[in-house]
């Protein structure tokens, strides 16, 4: 899937993150993933929430599975470890770096690395593993 391709199944299937993400770059087994600031993802003293840095990790680990087997709403997450590593700086946008680690036909394997725009260590990093539904004509 493209770039334009995942941005839309967002819309459509995920109407509740609709304008949070924006996906910056796809290629083979990789995926940049951006979260749009805005109010609603800051805790008290204007820094990024934990939550939203999972929803980060979370939805890019989706997209780049859906990058390489297509639009499938039904892949699901299994399993997410996340270190939270620095504060991210008050009120700019995050930056996932995925990489797709193992792609199997049940399940698939991703390292997220989530910078905070402008800093050049990452402010957290996770690791996610999603479940991918049986091919319809299995």
Request: proline content about 6%.
């Given at each position: 899937?493209?770039?334009?391709?995942?941005?839309?199944?967002?819309?459509?299937?995920?109407?509740?993150?609709?304008?949070?993400?924006?996906?910056?770059?796809?290629?083979?087994?990789?995926?940049?993933?951006?979260?749009?600031?805005?109010?609603?993802?800051?805790?008290?003293?204007?820094?990024?929430?934990?939550?939203?840095?999972?929803?980060?990790?979370?939805?890019?680990?989706?997209?780049?599975?859906?990058?390489?087997?297509?639009?499938?709403?039904?892949?699901?997450?299994?399993?997410?470890?996340?270190?939270?590593?620095?504060?991210?700086?008050?009120?700019?946008?995050?930056?996932?770096?995925?990489?797709?680690?193992?792609?199997?036909?049940?399940?698939?394997?991703?390292?997220?690395?989530i910078y905070s725009e402008g800093m050049p260590?990452?402010?957290?990093?996770?690791?996610?593993?999603?479940?991918?539904?049986?091919?319809?004509?299995?």
């Amino acid at each position: 899937m493209t770039a334009a391709d995942m941005s839309a199944f967002l819309d459509q299937e995920f109407e509740q993150v609709k304008g949070d993400f924006t996906i910056e770059h796809v290629a083979a087994n990789q995926v940049t993933v951006r979260l749009n600031i805005q109010e609603k993802h800051l805790r008290p003293g204007g820094t990024v929430s934990g939550p939203s840095m999972f929803a980060l990790a979370d939805v890019s680990a989706y997209l780049v599975t859906l990058a390489m087997i297509g639009p499938e709403a039904l892949a699901v997450t299994t399993n997410c470890s996340i270190d939270f590593m620095r504060k991210p700086a008050a009120g700019v946008d995050l930056i996932a770096h995925v990489r797709l680690l193992k792609l199997g036909r049940q399940l698939s394997v991703s390292d997220v690395l989530i910078y905070s725009e402008g800093m050049p260590a990452p402010v957290a990093r996770a690791s996610l593993t999603y479940a991918i539904p049986p091919a319809k004509n299995a």
